[in-house]
């Protein structure tokens, strides 16, 4: 067992960070390895798909050239040097995902010690980055190719600007991030809500709401509309805007067919944890000729959640922790589910985590660690035999264990809104 000096000692910012890079270098080198002598390969199948848009992107043609490329062609631009001769420059893509990793660890060390984001001492502060820093699924996933990273680091970036009331830089952030994948356009239903006159004035909401209300209707619209929330609304905007105007000036339809419009009636099937897996799998071999597809209709719940009520119940309690909620929700409930999609809300639990129940709990928190890796097993397991061995596992093995793993998610996302909604 080690002692409280070995443990602090651990916990400096020198040896965290060394051990995070260390962790990835090895991971890089390895997927090399296995890339080479294994036939189940660590590259993940997108990686080759971003590296080949950035190969046509090299040769003046557009990244929608390449099949099942579904994201701003910003990501095939920053790709580019993979089109470089010289086998080293294919991982270049990989080393740039995993150091986002780093800068997002980075900042989560900075937030947590800030007077706004906790005030927590250095090596607190390092306790709950090293959940994100030194996290084995977090460096998998970036070394493999995914790009989650990189938007894990604007999500923090743009909760920083927040914080610290650089709401211009926040609107350019979450404009940055929403175009770059979709899902952050959640968070701006937190801050919004969350950029009170309470915030402007730093003076408690109970005084604030002490004074006469507005009486009409464009008064209260008016008194809502305070200048940060403006500042954050037309910044945003304006920099989805132009992000997206000169995309479509480079791509035209391509661009916004494959990078939002798919997402509106996608019916992936393969790897997806979610419980519609199994009718996304029948619409894909038939797909629905009806007015409303169910796929499309599935954004009900999921944006209801995410989007509206936990926003308005959670965000002026706590806004990292009304973000980590959304985030969960979002995942949650979403028709399409895999494993990058849980580094959205893993990047956000640092913040969250001190105050939880899980913490305060341990026997909580074991069972729920217990609960959401043996859940997710199962359907491995399932996949596992549907994908190797051919048999057809989808009912009952998928459909059960896709059930299971998301009414273990529901519950666990019951407990986050329950600690957030009753902080102190």
């Given amino acids: 067992m080690l002692s409280a000096t070995s443990s602090s000692t651990y916990f400096t910012s020198p040896i965290i960070f060394a051990s995070a890079i260390a962790l990835r270098t090895v991971l890089l080198f390895y997927g090399l390895f296995q890339d080479a002598y294994s036939p189940v390969k660590y590259t ?3 990686y080759f798909v971003f590296t080949d848009a950035a190969r046509y992107v090299s040769l003046g043609l557009s990244p929608y050239q390449r099949e099942t490329y579904r994201y701003t062609p910003l990501l095939a631009w920053l790709l580019l040097p993979t089109t470089w001769p010289g086998p ?3 991982s270049f893509g990989k080393v740039l995902f995993a150091l986002a990793d780093i800068l997002a660890g980075y900042l ?8 706004p984001g906790g005030g927590m001492t250095p090596e607190r502060a390092l306790r709950f980055a090293a959940i994100w820093l030194l996290n084995p699924m977090v460096a998998t996933i970036s070394t493999r190719g995914s790009s989650e990273g990189l938007l894990c680091t604007m999500v923090v970036a743009l909760l920083w600007a927040v914080i610290h009331r650089r709401i211009k830089l926040a609107g350019v952030l979450l404009g940055l991030a929403v175009h770059f994948k979709i899902y952050p356009f959640i968070y701006g239903a937190s801050i919004i809500w969350y950029l009170d006159d309470s915030w402007a004035s730093k003076k408690p909401a109970s005084e604030m709401r002490s004074r006469q209300e507005p009486s009409s209707t464009i008064r209260k619209m008016s008194h809502f509309m305070n200048p940060s929330r403006l500042t954050l609304i037309i910044s945003s905007l304006a920099t989805f805007t132009a ?3 000169l995309m479509y000036i480079l791509y035209s339809g391509p661009f916004l067919t494959h990078t939002f419009v798919h997402h509106l009636t996608r019916i992936d099937h393969r790897h997806n944890f979610s419980p519609y897996n199994i009718l996304l ?11 409303f597809p169910f796929e499309s209709l599935a954004f009900g ?3 209801a959640l995410s989007a509206f009520f936990i926003p308005i119940c959670l965000s002026k309690k706590d806004l990292p922790g009304a973000m980590l909620a959304q985030t969960f929700a979002f995942v949650t409930f979403n028709k ?3 494993s990058q999609y849980f580094l959205w809300y893993l990047i956000l639990l640092p913040f969250y985590l001190p105050y939880s129940s899980f913490l305060s709990s341990p026997t909580l928190g074991l069972k729920a660690a217990a609960l959401w ?3 997710q097993t199962l359907w491995l397991y399932q996949g596992y035999l549907l994908e190797f061995h051919g048999l057809s596992t989808f009912i009952p093995g998928l459909l059960l264990s896709s059930f299971f793993f998301f009414s273990v998610n529901v519950w666990v996302l019951g407990i986050i809104i329950a600690d957030i909604k009753f902080r102190r």
């Fill in 44 to 46: 993940d199948i997108d």
């Fill in 88 to 90: 080293v420059w294919f």
């Fill in 108 to 115: 989560i060390v900075r937030l947590l010690q800030s007077g």
């Fill in 243 to 245: 992000l997206n105007l």
């Fill in 281 to 291: 799998y029948q619409s894909s071999s038939s797909p629905s000729t009806g007015r």
């Fill in 301 to 303: 719940p999921q944006l």
């Fill in 336 to 338: 399409v589910c895999t």
């Fill in 373 to 375: 890796i043996f859940s």
